[in-house]
């Protein structure tokens, strides 16, 4: 049996919802996991020794194809030896493909069968993307897991629409693994630097003892936009192919949300059991749980980031807005049941007055306990499944949530 | 004899400069020292834990007199707890009295023997400022250094309108000296929780061993432009009423860099040797090495927060300019020979590409990497001290900074 560029196991379900751990080639990976999103290769407002310090120990960031071919882009990050090494970063990195960013563009893209021309949000200039130009660029980028080149349709697509896209998808999928495999025979410049040319920082988290490639791995990802039918299609016709985990794409772009969570329950729990299972760009504290209850072991969503610089808090009572009056002389952390370093350090008043004068420092603050707490939500609900009381966890997180509605209110 | 606030030793010399400690009643400074910039309760961009971190160990830091009255406001910080507890930060810091704020608004400021009435840059509210005004002010803050509330003159000013100015602060000085004496009575909500409701983080500095009084240290500004004779008259009254350390304000502001360090080299050798002798507002690190070799002890300036932030960094070999285009594939740290831990973990080239993609990161990581030049420039001024070589290090800096002229070049 050859090597595989991950490894992952389960060690213990509850119902859908499972932990295990996701061994990649640079460190192991407790899931179910959430990914913070470093879009440009910089999880925003947040120095890399925060996301390794213990209050949010973050193993795996996300990276984007679209964002880092257009600047620096491939040349530099090749030049430089690869993204971890550009960045100083040393744990595990997931890219993007490129499909949802430049589908997002709309007028500004033109889709083909080939791949999808679109130009520059930078500077104007026309650039052209396809499964092999992504394959390429996430092979300069050197990051742990590659995803697909898909094209994605909207929430509310029809039948014939969604097909349309769906089928575009597994084309692209078969491309993008051919692409892909043939470049895994040459060395990404990460994987030349890899463990050679150690950047700042500490990997500190354990290290895979082995029987691993040391090669990329590639995630297939599922469309199909809201259609049960298309989505089982899209799954036979990606596993199919094989991948090294799955995603299901497409979804939190327009549709209500229960009927994401009709889609997310009835594909999840059919998407190969050996394999993680990812849901892309989603999202609440509630909907990763949610997505945990369906069988869904990773997640990426700019919601704490985002909003943390918006001056929102996510809190075990649900979210805060910081601008609030009423907290002009409150000497409360943004959540008296957090123990995040700044929830230990400091109190609503002054973050209010961080936020009002216009100072950085707010939104650094807010972003990091935001983190905190989505990283801390995924530690406990791990913690609650190896018990066996995933359902009573999901229970009281959710009926705190929606007994508070508010922490403002 | 009663009891001072302060303490302060000169513990080795060499010329006019001098090393030394300046014992506060939140711990111990190794002088000269470099006092980073905090005008709104936040070093801009920069986290207390780094503050506290090992490469940069800021035992001291600025806050702002006139920023915090208006915006969050005198009773917001006394009902926090003062200052410190605001912010979350127990080591030692020094406010401004706002007497160079409110000069500094120009036409918006209207000034009387009475005080300063001027328009808050907030909200367009008319507001007054006076000695009796910026001492409450303080005092409210809770910082351990206060400065009496002065006026300044242009750099340019011709005698007579820096006379009238210089005795303005006289008569200033010595109000500020009398409603800061009464003020000293009654504990500042600072004093009541100083080392009884400790906020998080860790003092982690020397703990002063007793002696001191634990009340606010007050000092006094010398004035007079760039004239000798009122700078020695105002030297002579300013001692005569009696500070815990005595500030050479009003450089800096306009005049020639050279008539500035006539003014520094012939009045700071002149202010008492047993008290701490601060340069405000100053400067460049080659700025700070010229004013220890007159004598002086302090100094703080926006210069590495401020530059940090558009981009400029400090280093051994002089100034960098982040958005230089040949950084682009540079894998060298700021500057090789700094050991902070940006130096350590990141290249130009990312920090470029931060820069350029308009990332706060960028900003962070310049800020912390100016900082730790300052300080530790600092630090190996006090060594060259302390082992009788300060005019080789002296010589060495500033050659190494001119005939590298520039970073860039």
Known sequence: MSKSPIRFTVSATDGFARTGLLETRRGVIETPVFMPVGTAGTVKGTRFEELEAADLDARIILGNTYHLWLRPGIETIRA??????????????????????????????????????????????????????????????????????????????????????????????????????????????????????????????????????GKQALFGIIQGATHLDLRKESLARTTEIGFDGYALGGLSVGEEKEVMWEVVGEVAPLLPVDRPRYLMGVGTPEDLIEGITSGIDMFDCVLPTRNGRNGQAFTSLGKLNIKNARWTRDLRPLDESCSCAVCLRHTRAY???????????????????????????????????????FTQFRREFTERLSTARDADD
Chains 1, 2 share one sequence.
Not at 122 to 134: A, H, N, T, W
Not at 148 to 167: N, T
Not at 357 to 365: D, T
Request: proline content about 2%.
């Open 80 to 213: 430089v030896g690869g993204l971890h090494r550009f960045i100083g970063w040393e744990r595990a990195m997931l890219t993007d493909s490129g499909g949802f960013q430049v589908w997002s563009l709309g007028e500004l893209r033109r889709i083909s069968e080939a791949g999808t021309e679109f130009r520059s949000h930078i500077d104007g200039s026309l650039r052209f993307l396809s499964p092999e130009v992504s394959m390429e660029v996430q092979h300069a980028l050197g990051s742990d897991v590659v995803m697909v080149f898909d094209e994605c349709a909207p929430g509310e697509a029809a039948a014939d629409e969604a097909r349309r896209s769906m089928e575009l998808t597994a084309r692209w999928a078969k491309r993008s693994r051919e692409a892909f495999d043939k470049l895994q025979d040459v060395a990404t410049p990460g994987d030349l630097l890899l463990d050679q040319n150690k950047v700042g920082g500490t990997l500190a988290v354990p290290v895979v003892q082995g029987g691993l490639s």
């Open 351 to 389: 973050l209010r007055h961080l936020y009002l004068s216009g100072e950085m420092l707010g939104s650094i603050l807010l972003t990091h306990h935001n983190l905190a707490f989505f990283l801390d939500t995924m530690r406990r609900v791990r913690q609650s499944i190896r018990s066996g009381q």
